[in-house]
T-cell receptor
Framework: AQTVTQSQPEMSVQEAETVTLSCTYD???????LFWYKQPPSRQMILVIR??????QNATENRFSVNFQKAAKSFSLKISDSQLGDAAMYFC???????????????FGKGTLLTVNP | KAGVTQTPRYLIKTRGQQVTLSCSPI?????VSWYQQTPGQGLQFLFE???????NKGNFPGRFSGRQFSNSRSEMNVSTLELGDSALYLC?????????????FGPGTRLTVL
């Protein structure tokens, strides 16, 4: 079974600085997707960034970037120039779908609560 | 385009009762997934519906059920409520539910079982 592990329950960062959130996963599949979701205190889950496993290049979305190490099954999120609005729970998630489309579910890690200090 | 909506936002029930939660996906989206979020277990997949058919199911007891209507709106039902069913229930919609399609989440329904 696929599992996703986030080893940092809580992290804090100073405004304008950089922080990296860690995520490891376990899977026997070769093709899958990895995601980072943000859940602010209002509770609406928002997709931050996603990575396709077959792509070597690390995904980047503005201040958010990932370090995807497929062999190590590691998928960390780097937030540059942290802003107060980045404070939220961050979830790493994995998605695999077989060719028949019968298993398109997200498997989540337990989350990392990020605090941004002014 | 309106986002995913869930009703009601908050519910308080007592043990033994049953409850129905509703989810309206983004217009045009045909796949709806449900997740349970608790502090202890985190986010766990309940089930996914596509074109009125349950396509995937997580590891939850039969007390948890759902359905999807022809307009893609979905409901989930929990019968014989237990204290451990207290959770935030999230619904997510995607265009076709494939591995390539992004899932958009609703704000959730907070269920408290007393």
């Amino acid at each position: 079974a696929q599992t996703v592990t986030q080893s940092q329950p809580e992290m804090s960062v100073q405004e304008a600085e950089t922080v990296t959130l860690s995520c490891t996963y376990d899977t026997s599949e070769s093709d899958y997707y990895l995601f980072w979701y943000k859940q602010p205190p209002s509770r609406q889950m928002i997709l931050v960034i996603r990575q396709e496993a077959y792509k070597q290049q690390n995904a980047t979305e503005n201040r958010f970037s990932v370090n995807f190490q497929k062999a190590a099954k590691s998928f960390s999120l780097k937030i540059s120039d942290s802003q107060l609005g980045d404070a939220a729970m961050y979830f790493c998630a994995y998605k695999y779908g077989d060719s028949g489309g019968s298993n398109y579910k997200l498997t989540f890690g337990k989350g990392t609560l990020l605090t941004v200090n002014p | 385009k309106a986002g995913v909506t869930q009703t009601p936002r908050y519910l308080i029930k007592t043990r033994g009762q049953q409850v129905t939660l509703s989810c309206s996906p983004i217009s045009g989206h045909r796949s709806v997934s449900w997740y349970q979020q608790t502090p202890g277990q985190g986010l766990q997949f309940l089930f996914e519906y596509f074109s009125e058919t349950q396509r995937n199911k997580g590891n939850f007891p039969g007390r948890f059920s759902g359905r999807q209507f022809s307009n893609s709106r979905s409901e989930m039902n929990v019968s014989t409520l237990e204290l451990g069913d207290s959770a935030l229930y999230l619904c997510a919609s995607s265009l076709l539910g494939t591995v390539y399609n992004e899932q958009f989440f609703g704000p959730g329904t907070r269920l408290t079982v007393l």
